[in-house]
């Protein structure tokens, strides 16, 4: 589903895809170290790449998608998505792909911040989940950064290009995101993460 906002921090924009987009998509899709952890197979050809932004700007096409161009170098570096993946219990699950140029500066992390203040304040979500391969320790300690707790493994439930990982979901619940945004190390909010983690907390 076409992103219909706009969000923006000091160093980057999320925006909607454009077909023009193809180009610097292809570039790290085709990358297989970008896709080793991934659900989809490397781009083999920059067609594979122009079809993906078709399927983003589809309305059948569950997450909304977002672009995350860098502000400075006005450049494509990576995609995020967010998806409800349930309206009753207002939950959704976010997801994020980046450049290998650009793992190890904070991005992923930036992108993903401005991602969740969307889904708690736009799409009034209760709880955001992101899952990851176990193996996939880049992944997984931006979660941790971004205030997620750990929540279960779930144990080869998927096939994944004819394998079945074992896969971390972390969560993080609105009033979690509310105590994070009002004071940043508050005592208050490291008691009841940890609590959470260790199931006091349902």
Not at 16 to 40: H, I, N, T
Not at 41 to 55: A, M, V, W
Request: aromatic share 10%.
């Amino acid at each position: 589903m076409m992103a219909g906002a706009e969000l923006a921090s000091e160093r980057i924009r999320l925006r909607a895809l454009e077909p023009e987009d193809a180009s610097a998509l292809f570039l790290y899709a085709s990358d297989p170290l970008v896709a080793r952890y991934a659900g989809w197979r490397p781009h083999r050809t920059p067609f594979d790449s122009i079809l993906y932004i078709q399927r983003c700007m589809s309305d059948q096409w569950g997450p909304i998608t977002f672009a995350v161009e860098h502000c400075e170098e006005r450049s494509l570096i990576g995609v995020v998505d967010i998806r409800i993946i349930s309206r009753l219990w207002a939950s959704g699950e976010i997801g994020y792909t980046l450049a290998r140029s650009y793992w190890g500066q904070g991005y992923n992390v930036e992108a993903c911040d401005l991602l969740i203040n969307y889904g708690f304040e736009t799409l009034g979500l209760r709880r955001i989940q992101a899952v990851c391969d176990t193996r996939n320790r880049r992944s997984y300690r931006t979660m941790e950064k971004l205030g997620m707790v750990r929540e279960r493994i779930i144990y080869g439930q998927h096939t994944v290009r004819g394998r079945q990982p074992d896969r971390f979901v972390y969560s993080l619940l609105r009033r979690e995101w509310r105590l994070r945004r009002m004071a940043s190390g508050d005592g208050a909010l490291a008691t009841h993460r940890r609590d959470r983690a260790s199931g006091y907390l349902r």
